[in-house]
DNA sequence: GAGTTTGAAACT
DNA sequence: CAGTTTCAAACTC
């Protein structure tokens, strides 16, 4: 019998101990979650990136895209829901979880964000705990699903008091919290609003964010129960949207849902007067600094509350006020210790990350971490303003019924309330239906109405420009501001008002914007541009090098390479001594053809070009690429005849693919008349050799689908094949492609 | 607090 | 899309 057991046991030696364990069993039977990874998730947040708003901005009503993946995860989760005991959950994510804390422990919060791109077992866990319906087996309604996972929950605390995880218990506290009975309409109004992709990317942030807290805050594993909600919430709506289903849409059901609970009420009409109470014409993420704060806060008051308790203070019996102080308590402790100063803000104001990150729609992962000082500073000078009082500013609306944009409560999507001025008012809950109309109305007229006026730009581009332009973090105003008078020094300018700079899609006239001029961010942009070229141009000028390794032209001259190309490399606006921005732009784009020279502070100023270069960069770059070398060559070519566009749109050549397809990188300049005076005298085959190694030409091999396909080369009226990195000469017999 | 200035929003 | 009007906030006194 021993001797039985003992082989059953060890009958499956080939296998570790590990192995055996329920743990791997547990990992084992999740392969089909795979598919649940978030990356994807992440990588779309990412790839919204800036311009665009998020359609959440677009309307409330929105209904967001299905994430293609839903079906596997529901299955998965399902199937995670049956076959895996909680307690091999815990230990399953525990061991994960252990071991990701192990080689993440020192990695800065700006790479946090990569985490959530790798989400290991202990997301999926979390995913399900936190996941009301997606969690649920099929069938089954939301009541009873919640009910299940919070006595497996409850297994999950039992057990993870027992193991000392403390990380786990937060997880699944945090679900409690989440599902417990007295949960927020809001929050359930969300949860029923959100996407399966957006609950996997705030599961895996969540998740992520724990183990930085368990890791700084040890001592106070509690600390983010409360303030998980928030995160989720304000993940799933990315800043404007929660406050507006808040306000617009929450707010009436929670009407709805007051008479049924008396001891809801309180907190209900708490949150109606706290959520009414944010600051109009700051940044909506900034109002959910106060939320995210007060959370905290509340947190750390409430450390061994229930959840309902948790949720009740949370909801809101902390005026924006009593935030402010909060937030200057931080910011007071982070400045009087300097040393600590981030650990502090890390610390205290780590929900934050999550607005940020909603806010600007998924930006760069190095802005979204922290709020940065400068925001917050902002915040409280908004809502210190002096004369403000107490309260929150409020409309003053007298014509409008606070039912236009001229309205700032009703364009912040908040309802008016008591403190404000204003006559006939119809943005009031009671007018729910007028106000909802008349959104709509607005939205259909502008769909981005309600979003956030200031958002904050991805592109590395800004970045460069804020040291430059002493903007805090890259916000730029959407739209940008159109003064005239005020030089954008004064609150009248949008951009000034937000505490950001102008940017390209200001129409200011002499900007002074203290937050960064308008010419500093073109310049800053043209620098970044051109940073880009170079490694572009670098990387074009080895290709052509490979070409022409590949096929010595017999006609080429001996010299290892054409003047022109070492131009291309030594040009002097690409160097480190580079040209003002300005005259880069203008000299080498194709601008420079139809306007040849000009004061540089007067074309600075236009912006018809400009525009169009920053919007799409994409298309016009390139363009400028190509012609950039001609420009240069120009001025500094001896004789300047080698150098002139040779003229494409001749006969010369019948077959000129490259051209005719992309006929946007032909010479601008070709046809013109100075241009061609140059070279009239020329014979073609001597232009043609003389722009042997123009970028255009190279620049079309990287155009080259997938490695591979055939290109004609001007240089020397052949034809190449290329493979991979390969360049075949189909002229000559020695060198053809592999069949 | 009244009057003026300013620029966004709305309208044509 | 541009010009005009309306509006309310910001500003000045």
């Known amino acids: 019998?021993?001797?039985?057991?003992?082989?059953?046991?060890?009958?499956?030696?080939?296998?570790?101990?590990?192995?055996?364990?329920?743990?791997?069993?547990?990992?084992?039977?999740?392969?089909?979650?795979?598919?649940?990874?978030?990356?994807?998730?992440?990588?779309?947040?990412?790839?919204?990136?800036?311009?665009?708003?998020?359609?959440?901005?677009?309307?409330?009503?929105?209904?967001?895209?299905?994430?293609?993946?839903?079906?596997?995860?529901?299955?998965?989760?399902?199937?995670?829901?049956?076959?895996?005991?909680?307690?091999?959950?815990?230990?399953?994510?525990?061991?994960?979880?252990?071991?990701?804390?192990?080689?993440?422990?020192?990695?800065?919060?700006?790479?946090?964000?990569?985490?959530?791109?790798?989400?290991?077992?202990?997301?999926?866990?979390?995913?399900?705990?936190?996941?009301?319906?997606?969690?649920?087996?099929?069938?089954?309604?939301?009541?009873?699903?919640?009910?299940?996972?919070?006595?497996?929950?409850?297994?999950i605390l039992d057990a993870q008091k027992e193991n000392g995880t403390p990380r786990l218990m937060a997880d699944a506290a945090e679900l409690l919290v989440f599902?417990?009975?007295?949960?927020?309409?809001?929050?359930?109004?969300?949860?029923?609003?959100?996407?399966?992709?957006?609950?996997?990317?705030?599961?895996?942030?969540?998740?992520?964010?724990?183990?930085d807290i368990t890791k700084d805050v040890p001592a106070n594993d509690n600390q983010p129960l409360a303030v998980v909600p928030n995160q989720l919430v304000s993940n799933l709506h990315r800043g404007s949207m929660r406050r507006r289903c808040l306000d617009f849409e929450v707010l009436g059901k929670r009407k709805k849902d007051i008479a049924d609970d008396d001891q809801q009420t309180v907190g209900d009409n708490k949150a109606e007067s706290s959520s009414k109470c944010v600051v109009p014409g700051i940044g909506l993420h900034l109002n959910a600094i106060a939320m995210a704060s007060r959370g905290i806060k509340i947190n750390t008051i409430h450390e061994d509350s229930t959840s309902v308790e948790i949720q009740k203070s949370f909801l809101g019996s902390t005026t924006p006020v009593q935030s402010q102080d909060i937030m200057r308590e931080t910011l007071d402790q982070a400045e009087s210790e300097p040393g600590k100063g981030l650990a502090v803000e890390e610390e205290t104001l780590k929900p934050l990350v999550f607005e940020e990150l909603n806010q600007d729609s998924l930006q760069k992962k190095k802005q979204v971490f922290l709020p940065k000082k400068s925001y917050i500073n902002r915040f409280l000078r908004k809502v210190e303003e002096p004369g403000e009082g107490d309260s929150c500013k409020r409309c003053n609306c007298k014509k409008s019924k606070c039912l236009k944009l001229y309205c700032e409560c009703f364009a912040a999507g908040v309802y008016c309330i008591e403190p404000c001025s204003c006559v006939d008012c119809f943005n009031r809950p009671i007018h729910e239906d007028t106000v909802l109309a008349t959104r709509k109305q607005i939205e259909s007229r502008n769909p981005l109405a309600f979003a956030p006026k200031v958002i904050r730009n991805s592109d590395s581009i800004m970045e460069t420009s804020d040291d430059a332009s002493k903007t805090p973090a890259s916000a730029r105003h959407k739209r940008g501001c159109n003064c005239k008078k005020s030089?954008?020094?004064?609150?009248?300018?949008?951009?000034?008002?937000?505490?950001?700079?102008?940017?390209?899609?200001?129409?200011?006239?002499?900007?002074?914007?203290?937050?960064?001029?308008?010419?500093?961010?073109?310049?800053?942009?043209?620098?970044?541009?051109?940073?880009?070229?170079?490694?572009?141009?670098?990387?074009?000028?080895?290709?052509?090098?490979?070409?022409?390794?590949?096929?010595?032209?017999?006609?080429?001259?001996?010299?290892?390479?054409?003047?022109?190309?070492?131009?291309?490399?030594?040009?002097?606006?690409?160097?480190?001594?580079?040209?003002?921005?300005?005259?880069?732009?203008?000299?080498?784009?194709?601008?420079?053809?139809?306007?040849?020279?000009?004061?540089?502070?007067?074309?600075?100023?236009?912006?018809?070009?400009?525009?169009?270069?920053?919007?799409?960069?994409?298309?016009?770059?390139?363009?400028?690429?190509?012609?950039?070398?001609?420009?240069?060559?120009?001025?500094?070519?001896?004789?300047?005849?080698?150098?002139?566009?040779?003229?494409?749109?001749?006969?010369?050549?019948?077959?000129?693919?490259?051209?005719?397809?992309?006929?946007?990188?032909?010479?601008?300049?070709?046809?013109?008349?100075?241009?061609?005076?140059?070279?009239?005298?020329?014979?073609?085959?001597?232009?043609?050799?003389?722009?042997?190694?123009?970028?255009?030409?190279?620049?079309?091999?990287?155009?080259?689908?997938?490695?591979?396909?055939?290109?004609?080369?001007?240089?020397?009226?052949?034809?190449?094949?290329?493979?991979?990195?390969r360049v075949y000469d189909r002229s000559a017999t020695d060198s053809q492609p592999p069949q």
């Not at 995860?73 to 990701?100: F, I, P």
């Not at 417990?180 to 964010?209: Q, Y």
Request: hydrophobic share 30%; charged share 25%.
């Open 1 to 155: 019998m021993d001797n039985s057991q003992k082989k059953k046991i060890e009958t499956p030696t080939p296998k570790s101990k590990f192995e055996d364990s329920p743990v791997f069993n547990y990992i084992n039977n999740l392969s089909p979650i795979e598919a649940v990874r978030s990356i994807p998730t992440v990588q779309t947040f990412n790839s919204l990136s800036f311009t665009s708003p998020p359609p959440v901005f677009t309307s409330p009503h929105a209904s967001f895209h299905r994430d293609h993946n839903s079906v596997e995860r529901s299955k998965a989760l399902e199937s995670l829901d049956r076959s895996v005991s909680t307690q091999e959950v815990v230990v399953a994510s525990g061991e994960v979880d252990l071991n990701k804390e192990a080689t993440l422990e020192d990695q800065e919060e700006e790479t946090s964000c990569d985490r959530v791109d790798s989400p290991g077992t202990g997301d999926i866990v979390t995913q399900v705990l936190l996941d009301p319906s997606g969690g649920a087996p099929q069938g089954e309604d939301d009541g009873s699903s919640s009910q299940d996972v919070s006595v497996g929950l409850r297994k």
């Open 179 to 211: 599902r417990s009975p007295n949960d927020s309409e809001a929050f359930g109004c969300l949860v029923d609003k959100i996407s399966s992709s957006e609950r996997r990317f705030c599961a895996g942030v969540k998740l992520t964010k724990h183990r």
């Open 487 to 725: 030089n954008c020094l004064k609150k009248y300018c949008e951009c000034f008002q937000s505490g950001v700079g102008c940017s390209i899609n200001c129409r200011c006239e002499g900007c002074k914007n203290a937050f960064g001029k308008k010419d500093a961010y073109l310049l800053a942009i043209m620098e970044s541009k051109q940073e880009e070229d170079l490694s572009k141009i670098q990387q074009n000028s080895d290709l052509s090098k490979e070409v022409e390794q590949n096929h010595p032209s017999s006609d080429q001259p001996s010299t290892p390479l054409p003047p022109y190309r070492h131009m291309v490399v030594h040009q002097p606006f690409l160097s480190k001594n580079r040209l003002p921005p300005t005259q880069f732009f203008l000299g080498a784009g194709s601008s420079s053809f139809r306007k040849p020279d000009g004061d540089l502070a007067q074309a600075r100023i236009e912006k018809k070009p400009l525009e169009t270069v920053t919007e799409d960069k994409t298309e016009i770059m390139p363009e400028i690429l190509s012609n950039t070398p001609i420009t240069t060559v120009k001025a500094i070519s001896p004789n300047s005849k080698r150098v002139s566009p040779p003229h494409i749109g001749s006969s010369e050549s019948g077959a000129q693919p490259l051209q005719n397809a992309q006929s946007s990188f032909a010479f601008p300049a070709a046809s013109s008349a100075p241009q061609q005076s140059v070279t009239s005298n020329q014979p073609a085959k001597h232009v043609k050799k003389a722009s042997r190694g123009r970028p255009l030409k190279i620049r079309k091999i990287e155009n080259i689908p997938s490695g591979s396909g055939t290109f004609w080369s001007p240089f020397t009226d052949r034809s190449f094949e290329v493979f991979g990195s």
